[in-house]
């Protein structure tokens, strides 16, 4: 049965339209209901959004009375494989070099083979057999060892070849390849991976984000984003190109930034306005209906300047700099339960609007109880040291026991 698409053998349910704003509704596989989102600020009109995964986002305003209408699926057992019986192949990328950025970038990428290790750690005696499979260029090569009837690919890879914007190709080449991997799709990776995109779906669907203008061009200035702003690059995580020079307040300072942003990663500038607030992480995993983990909450206990109070580079790589010793996160954040459901709400919308299934973590501003989302990640950093799973244990869970949830994600999903 193709994806959104009826049996012509069954007939068609009439769909139920559920008011997250309703506490005696709850919608399943989410973890906490939004509860007493306020209707006060609804617009008179409503603007209908397409079809996600069988979902109908209505959004009057910014998610006041949030309406999902849920279309009931037919009954069908999904087979799990027994998680002892599978063989695993732990994909990521070799830390060889970089087309774009900063010699210093490679650090992330070294990164990644150190949380294959703490993976394949994770999973010896819960699986059948592990097997780590370092990729450069040669990924076709590399599945070309292992057989999709027989192999699950848990997908840690973010590029190809050191090249930008790269990382989506990988779910691609395991689709075609026939392979159930972990982690988002190509269409979510596409989606995500180019914050324009971003969030141009986001404002589509209701969820605020910060003002923004994306530069093409050397010399090219932004005439819409107000100072103080913030650059970086449009298609880049992880905080690549983001020190704390990143916010300006003068335009010399922006024409230098945005002019060495594009000649540094090859690549159209971000330029965002600057949101003075509370940075949160909200990681959600799941397939179709997420739950919510946690939300964890940045602290900027280095500086007492809220324009120095951004995640950089060296905060989120660089484990001896004041910036990561100085950005501590707590897990859960202390948020008022009206802010926790307005919180909750844009992540879970950002979650389903872009597509996302398997695991996902949301960054966003909390301005005056407004969230703002910044970005949406998917396949985040799994280490032990890494938000999403500081949410995980929050949340009840170990570090083998969130692998081994994403890895059942993964065969419920079929990915």
Known sequence: ???????????????????????????PGVARRARGLSS???????????????????????????????????RRTVRLRDLSELKVVILYN????????????????????RVAETIA??????VQSVELAPVWDDLPDVLGRYQPHEHVIFNLCESLGGRPMSEPEVPRLLRSAGFTHTGASYLAMRRTGNKLITKRTLLAAGVDTPVFEVI????????????????????????????????VTTPKALGEQVDDCIRTYHQPALVEEFIEGRELNVALWGNGFPEVLPISEILFTFTDDPLQKIVTFAGKWHSHSPECIGTPGVCPADLSPEDQDRVEAAALTAFQKLGVRGFARVDMRLRDSHPLVLEVNVNPDLSPSAGFFRSARAGGHSYTSMVLHILRLALANGT
């Open 216 to 247: 093409r061009r050397p010399g090219q200035r932004p005439t819409r984003v107000q100072l103080p702003a913030i650059v970086k690059p449009v298609a880049e995580g992880g905080s690549f190109g983001v020190s704390l020079a990143s916010v």
């Open 121 to 126: 750690s994770a999973l010896t005696g819960n």
């Open 94 to 113: 070799l830390a060889l070099g970089l087309e774009r950025g900063r010699p210093d970038d490679l650090v992330a990428d070294e990164a990644c083979g």
């Open 1 to 27: 049965m193709t994806k959104d698409r009826w049996p012509k053998d069954r007939g068609r349910p009439q769909p139920r339209l559920v008011n997250l704003g309703d506490p005696k509704v709850e919608t």
């Open 40 to 74: 006060a600020a609804a617009a008179p009109s409503r603007e209908t959004l397409e079809p996600i995964g069988g979902l109908q986002f209505v959004f009057p305003g910014f998610l006041n009375e949030t309406q999902v209408q849920v279309r009931p699926r037919p």
